[in-house]
């Protein structure tokens, strides 16, 4: 903080070079925040996920249904607690673009495997007793505007109806939520019974199995177990976590991880070089005014510091104006993506390393100009002058 003033000004003796790198380095962490949130929502299942509950599919494939007989052969298997069922639907509300998820279940055993989605006693009570009742999420709810008693109509985009009809009818009997704060409830669940006697095809089966295991059993060992059980057969199955399943969902959408590593490995690649690019061009105007400092008796490790600091300060004030409008620009995005994509949101862990990122890249980019300014020669740096 000694030299502060010296070091802020000479970042901004040249005002519309440092203008134009501090603008490259706030969008670069702007797409930083953006795109680490989108990783964050699509890899999150596997942060908000029960350790004690498990997840059974096809083996072949996600998409393949597996018989409703499995049921109650997988709830004989010791060290199960409970199980019940869900499949997807993949319906949209009155347009194309108003798609969210959409699951037939069991009212009781399904919410009884999710404490945590919180409801009225009351409405769910309705919704058990209403066949062709559904229940929304909060933000669903806030989204569309539905209140209890209205009538949703949910167009088909995979399961059509006996008689051709791709038209849903449900009526909502509840609005849930869920007191996990990294969770969302933006989804709606309808009765299977009434899906399943609907439907043209497909009958007697369910999408996965979710099962809780016993405090005092394998989770492993029962997993194992399951899939023993129905090896050889038409429909095995893979029994996995729900950290798993939630990966195996973001997989259809592509290797996100990869992509975004790939799309900020880019960015950051080029920030180098341009915030390098202009250390260098600092560094080799000021030549004479380094040696004037050394002649003052600043010494090699002090100059070091100096364009050290510089380079750092720039990437900061770039980095900390991107990342800041970058966290508004996500919770925006929250909220009007909350059906498509919950989970949206900037952790503090990447918050965190983006200030590293800042700290690294300015390290980086300033450290081969500063090491040229510490190791200047007063003599020859006077004699370029």
Same mark, same amino acid.
């Given at each position: 903080?000694?030299?502060?003033?010296?070091?802020?000004?000479?970042?901004?003796?040249?005002?519309?070079?440092?203008?134009?790198?501090?603008?490259?380095?706030?969008?670069?962490?702007?797409?930083?925040?953006?795109?680490?949130?989108?990783?964050?929502?699509?890899?999150?299942?596997?942060?908000?996920?029960?350790?004690?509950?498990? $997840?059974?599919?096809?083996?072949?494939?996600?998409?393949?249904?597996?018989?409703?007989?499995?049921?109650?052969?997988?709830?004989?298997?010791?060290?199960?607690?409970?199980? !019940?069922?869900?499949?997807?639907?993949?319906?949209?509300?009155?347009?194309?673009?108003?798609?969210?998820?959409?699951?037939?279940?069991?009212?009781?055993?399904?919410?009884?495997?999710?404490?945590?989605?919180?409801?009225?006693?009351?409405?769910?009570?309705?919704?058990?007793?209403?066949?062709?009742? =559904?229940? $929304?999420?909060?933000?669903?709810?806030?989204?569309?505007?539905?209140?209890?008693?209205?009538?949703?109509?949910?167009?088909?985009?995979?399961?059509?109806?006996?008689?051709?009809?791709? !038209?849903?009818?449900?009526? %909502?009997?509840?609005? &849930?939520?869920?007191?996990?704060?990294?969770?969302? =409830?933006?989804?709606?669940?309808?009765?299977?019974?009434?899906?399943?006697?609907?439907?043209?095809?497909?009958?007697?089966?369910?999408?996965?199995?979710?099962?809780?295991?016993?405090?005092?059993?394998?989770?492993?060992?029962?997993?194992?177990?399951?899939? =023993?059980?129905?090896?050889?057969?038409?429909?095995?199955?893979?029994?996995?976590?729900?950290?798993?399943?939630?990966?195996?969902?973001?997989?259809?959408?592509?290797?996100?991880?990869?992509? $975004?590593?790939?799309?900020?490995?880019?960015? &950051?690649?080029?920030?180098?070089?341009?915030?390098?690019?202009?250390?260098?061009?600092?560094?080799?105007?000021?030549?004479?005014?380094?040696?004037?400092?050394?002649?003052?008796?600043?010494?090699?490790? !002090?100059?070091?510091?100096?364009?050290?600091?510089?380079?750092?300060?720039?990437?900061?004030?770039?980095?900390?104006?991107?990342?800041?409008?970058?966290?508004?620009? $996500?919770?925006?995005?929250?909220?009007? %993506?909350?059906?498509? %994509?919950?989970? %949206?949101?900037?952790?503090?862990?990447?918050?965190?390393?983006?200030?590293?990122?800042?700290?690294?890249?300015?390290?980086?980019?300033?450290?081969?100009?500063?090491?040229?300014?510490?190791?200047?020669?007063?003599?020859?740096?006077?004699?370029?002058?």
């Amino acid at each position: 903080m000694k030299y502060f003033r010296l070091v802020w000004k000479n970042a901004w003796r040249k005002k519309i070079r440092t203008s134009l790198t501090v603008l490259s380095v706030f969008v670069a962490f702007l797409l930083f925040a953006l795109l680490s949130a989108i990783g964050q929502a699509f890899e999150g299942g596997a942060d908000v996920a029960d350790a004690d509950r498990l $997840v059974v599919i096809d083996k072949v494939s996600l998409i393949n249904s597996l018989p409703m007989s499995y049921l109650d052969r997988i709830a004989a298997v010791d060290g199960v607690q409970s199980v !019940t069922h869900s499949s997807w639907f993949g319906g949209y509300y009155q347009d194309p673009r108003n798609q969210f998820a959409q699951f037939p279940v069991d009212p009781s055993s399904f919410m009884a495997m999710y404490p945590e989605y919180k409801i009225p006693r009351e409405q769910l009570d309705a919704w058990a007793k209403d066949r062709t009742g =559904a229940i $929304v999420g909060q933000e669903l709810a806030t989204q569309y505007g539905w209140k209890i008693g209205d009538q949703i109509p949910m167009q088909a985009t995979i399961w059509t109806k006996a008689d051709g009809g791709r !038209t849903w009818e449900f009526k %909502l009997d509840g609005i &849930f939520s869920t007191d996990d704060p990294r969770g969302s =409830a933006a989804m709606m669940l309808f009765q299977y019974d009434y899906f399943d006697e609907a439907r043209a095809f497909g009958k007697g089966t369910a999408g996965w199995y979710i099962l809780r295991v016993k405090p005092d059993a394998d989770p492993i060992q029962v997993a194992r177990t399951i899939d =023993a059980q129905f090896a050889n057969s038409p429909s095995e199955t893979k029994t996995s976590t729900e950290a798993a399943f939630a990966q195996s969902f973001t997989k259809q959408f592509g290797n996100i991880a990869l992509i $975004v590593s790939l799309i900020l490995g880019a960015v &950051f690649f080029t920030l180098l070089l341009v915030s390098g690019n202009t250390m260098s061009q600092s560094v080799r105007e000021r030549i004479s005014e380094l040696a004037v400092l050394k002649t003052l008796g600043f010494d090699d490790r !002090t100059v070091l510091g100096i364009v050290l600091s510089e380079s750092i300060l720039i990437m900061m004030v770039g980095g900390m104006l991107g990342l800041g409008v970058g966290w508004i620009a $996500v919770q925006g995005l929250a909220k009007e %993506l909350a059906s498509f %994509l919950p989970g %949206l949101f900037l952790s503090p862990a990447a918050m965190m390393l983006a200030v590293a990122f800042m700290v690294g890249a300015g390290i980086l980019a300033g450290i081969f100009p500063a090491l040229k300014a510490m190791r200047l020669s007063i003599v020859d740096a006077l004699a370029r002058a």
